[in-house]
């Protein structure tokens, strides 16, 4: 027989995904507007981002998120944005703090509903997969910045369970310095699930990684009573195309890293040579 803290939540899911339908289909539907209406690419480019931010507000809200945003820059500055990455959760709160362009994988473009999603938001997509394919993506990204948007990158390549940052893919962090932009760290933390900090017993509430469904981590979400997150913005990296991508990776990892604080509740480890590697690509 479930309790009844289990019926609350379960009701408390069924309220915000009902909320969550609403402000899925409002976004689609602005956003398929905006597409038919708006002849030019980059003004079309510019409204999606803008929409984005928008409709995360929203969602962010409904899901009663609590977001502290400590540092943020002045809403004249451009940037490549690197994050620590744990799920949607995160790419919901950050988006809300300025119009931007969020990278993601050519996978991601290809899953039904998620894809049309991340079209609609104005993403850009990458192949991971193909060493060559980034190389020459790689100039969307710049282009992008060149063309006066804040970009964001989750150098992890991947989302995590919260225990750790992981190693930084190298490659596209590039495109700050091909575009002459500064880079702009961005350490993501949850300070707090239903009260009660940030354990292995709500990870999975917010942490979307692995083999978890996206339904289920969504519906994971939407019962929590609340979460509290935040968002730093740290020193900002001016680099150069001369510069060695391996260094400038290594320095933005360490400064995220220095400031992530993970899942409690982890058995005490010693980081081996193998976790400490950087990522060769």
Not at 92 to 109: D, G, I, K, Q, Y
Not at 173 to 187: D, F, L, R, S
Not at 189 to 199: A, D, L, P, Q
Request: some cysteine; charged content about 20%.
């Amino acid at each position: 027989m479930k309790s009844v803290e289990e019926i609350q939540a379960g009701l408390r899911g069924v309220y915000r995904f009902i909320l969550f339908v609403l402000v899925i289909v409002s976004f689609l539907m602005w956003s398929f507007i905006c597409h038919w209406t708006i002849r030019n690419p980059e003004k079309r480019l510019r409204r999606f981002s803008r929409n984005t931010q928008f409709f995360c507000g929203l969602m962010i809200k409904g899901l009663g998120l609590k977001l502290n945003v400590v540092n943020k820059p002045s809403v004249d500055q451009k940037f490549l944005v690197v994050s620590n990455h744990m799920g949607f959760v995160d790419i919901l709160s950050l988006a809300t703090c300025f119009p931007m362009l969020f990278v993601t994988s050519n996978e991601m473009r290809e899953t039904p509903f998620l894809g049309l999603l991340t079209e609609m938001g104005g993403c850009i997509y990458v192949e991971r997969r193909s060493r060559t394919k980034i190389l020459d993506e790689m100039k969307s990204i710049v282009s992008s910045l060149k063309n006066g948007f804040r970009v964001v990158l989750y150098p992890e390549a991947t989302s995590t369970n919260g225990e750790k940052v992981l190693p930084f893919k190298k490659t596209l962090m590039m495109a700050a310095a091909q575009a002459g932009v500064p880079i702009q760290p961005v350490v993501i933390n949850f300070r707090e699930i239903n009260g009660e900090e940030f354990s292995l017993k709500w990870r999975d509430h917010v942490c979307w990684y692995g083999d978890i469904p996206f339904v289920t981590s969504m519906w994971k979400t939407m019962t929590l009573k609340s979460v509290t997150a935040e968002i730093e913005f740290l020193e900002q990296i001016h680099t150069t195309v001369e510069d060695d991508r391996g260094v400038i990776a290594e320095k933005a990892h360490a400064l995220i890293a220095a400031k992530f604080v993970p899942v409690k509740g982890l058995p005490d480890a010693t980081p081996t040579p193998a976790d400490m590697e950087a990522d060769p690509t």
